[in-house]
């Protein structure tokens, strides 16, 4: 399961029979390799002609996942405490999705998980949580269109969490595209003396999001080779949904709905944010290609902005409009260079 494990304790003792510089080089090669592996994850996180019924449940995925800022400022219990309960209620029918899937499988003895894979998924579900904690409380902020693309921009994020967490330089190519995504950042939100702040501070949550988020990518992936993807789901949602509720009290909001409709918002959230959208994009991404899978993702901010205006009348000014676009740009170039 572990990465050179069982060469750990030798390489912090040496070798008694060969020289001690030999000992050291093999030691180095092992933390290479375990280094090599991390970056492999980061890069493949972030990153098949389609079938109808592929670009069908693409589509529909977007739609779903593009309601999540519409149901946390529909909720009637606070932002944060929205995230907690769309992931608390997700939990047991992902469970259930587990359960289903091995079952459909045939008989199969189950792996006790190791306190290690444990430990991983308590940080995969905090940094989740981290996640929908900044991204909620970004919906009160900034427009919504705004909000889910600037929550997309995690293939630069990965690129930046590469080089500072394990020195690997961003791919050269990269360079370009983030140079794009610069000018479409000042577009959509111009910084200056006349900025409002507020807006400015939803924009820098939701930009902190992409952070998180593919931090969490990392770990889901790490899991994801040994467990089942709706088992890791489960076990990550629960975490997610104690921190978040945990910081919604320390925050004072309010924790329950006050009538049916609101506890039925939150189960439909759970539903479609969490189990369909995301089921939905997997499936599909099955049988479409990198460049075809990114653009429908990109998709997700037009959504979003299309809920914004017939819901809230949120609209965006012709600057930000081209900001968009350029930004959209950049993150589909950035994820053709990461996927190649």
Request: a positive charge; aromatic letters at 8%; proline letters at 4%.
């Amino acid at each position: 399961m572990g990465y050179g494990a069982g060469v750990s304790s030798r390489c912090r003792a040496g070798s008694g029979r060969r020289p001690l510089r030999a000992a050291d080089g093999r030691c180095q090669r092992k933390r290479e390799v375990r280094r090599g592996v991390m970056v492999q994850r980061l890069s493949h996180a972030v990153g098949g002609g389609a079938r109808g019924g592929a670009i069908a449940c693409a589509l529909l995925a977007v739609g779903c996942l593009a309601l999540g800022g519409v149901f946390v400022r529909l909720s009637e219990v606070g932002p944060i405490a929205t995230g907690g309960f769309r992931s608390l209620i997700a939990a047991p029918m992902l469970l259930l999705l587990d359960a289903g899937i091995g079952l459909r499988g045939g008989p199969r003895v189950r792996e006790r998980m190791p306190l290690r894979d444990h430990v991983t998924i308590a940080l995969g579900g905090a940094l989740l949580a981290i996640d929908l904690c900044l991204w909620n409380v970004s919906f009160f902020y900034t427009t919504l269109a705004e909000s889910n693309l600037l929550a997309n921009l995690v293939p630069f994020a990965a690129a930046i969490l590469g080089w500072v967490l394990f020195r690997d330089v961003p791919d050269v190519r990269l360079v370009s595209p983030a140079t794009l995504a610069i000018g479409g950042l000042l577009l959509l939100t111009p910084v200056g003396i006349h900025a409002d702040p507020g807006h400015l501070f939803g924009n820098a949550m939701a930009l902190a999001t992409a952070f998180f988020y593919t931090g969490f990518l990392v770990v889901a992936q790490g899991l994801r080779t040994r467990y089942p993807a709706p088992r890791i789901m489960a076990l990550l949602s629960l975490w997610c949904a104690a921190v978040c509720l945990a910081v919604a009290m320390l925050r004072g909001e309010n924790l329950l709905p006050r009538s049916a409709e609101g506890w039925l918002l939150l189960v439909v959230l759970a539903f479609t944010s969490q189990i369909l959208g995301q089921t939905l994009m997997a499936h599909a991404m099955h049988f479409m290609s990198l460049q075809l899978g990114s653009l429908f993702t990109l998709l997700q901010p037009v959504a979003a902005a299309v809920y914004a205006y017939v819901l809230f009348s949120e609209t965006l000014s012709l600057s930000q409009f081209l900001g968009a676009v350029v930004l959209i740009v950049s993150i589909y170039w950035a994820k053709l260079v990461l996927g190649r």
